[in-house]
Each structure stands twice: as C-alpha cells, then as structure tokens.
C-alpha cells in the first residue's frame, strides 16, 4: 500500500521547521494525534521546482529504480547536490524537504 501521509512527528518537524500547518490537507481520524498530517501533494506543492546555486536553476528528479525512490537536484553543483533514497516516495521527497528547509531553499509566507 502506497503511504501518502506523514506521521505526526514528521509533519511536527516541518511545522518547527517554519511550514505552515494550514498547508497541511491530510486526513486526521479521531483518536490519533492533533497534528494534521502533511499529504504527499502538499509536500510537492511546498518543495521548490528547482534549486539556483551560482548558476541556472537544477530542476526536481523523481526516479523509481529497482524498488527505490531517488529524488534531489541532480545537476546541482557537487557541494549541493543531495539525491534522497526510499522506498516510498513520499519519505524521499520528506527527506529532501527538510533539507530544502534548512539549507533555505524554500520559501515561506
């Protein structure tokens, strides 16, 4: 089955990461916890389309390879280049967000 939701720990560490939690649609069930979990379409909505460092913007891959998800900013420059790996996609594409975060490469209003 196809995981399209953070956890509740996961979805915290964006919101101290300065997401906001409106951007979160996931689907909260009573009885779990009050953090209304991001969904994988928000985590593609708030990831940038791609990354500018010193040179023309390096745009966001997504490959699904020998039952691996790699996703990053393959053609980045060396020291930024940061290729995230898992199973599901929506843990790669976590992974990478929280880096995109804290390098500042996201914008939030």
């Not at 060396?78 to 599901?88: F, G, I, W």
Request: glycine share 8%; aromatic share 8%; proline share 6%.
């Amino acid at each position: 089955m196809l995981k399209t939701q953070l956890t509740a720990s996961e979805s915290a560490k964006l919101i101290e990461l300065g997401v906001s939690p409106g951007k979160a649609n996931g689907l909260w069930l009573p009885g779990t916890d009050a953090i209304i979990p991001f969904a994988l379409s928000d985590i593609l909505d708030i990831l940038p389309k791609e990354v500018k460092i010193h040179r023309d913007g390096d745009t966001l891959s997504m490959i699904y390879h020998c039952g691996q998800w790699r996703v990053g900013y393959p053609n980045c420059a060396e020291y930024c280049n940061h290729t995230k790996v898992a199973p599901e996609l929506i843990d790669a594409l976590y992974s990478l967000l929280v880096w995109c975060l804290e390098k500042g490469h996201v914008k939030l209003d």
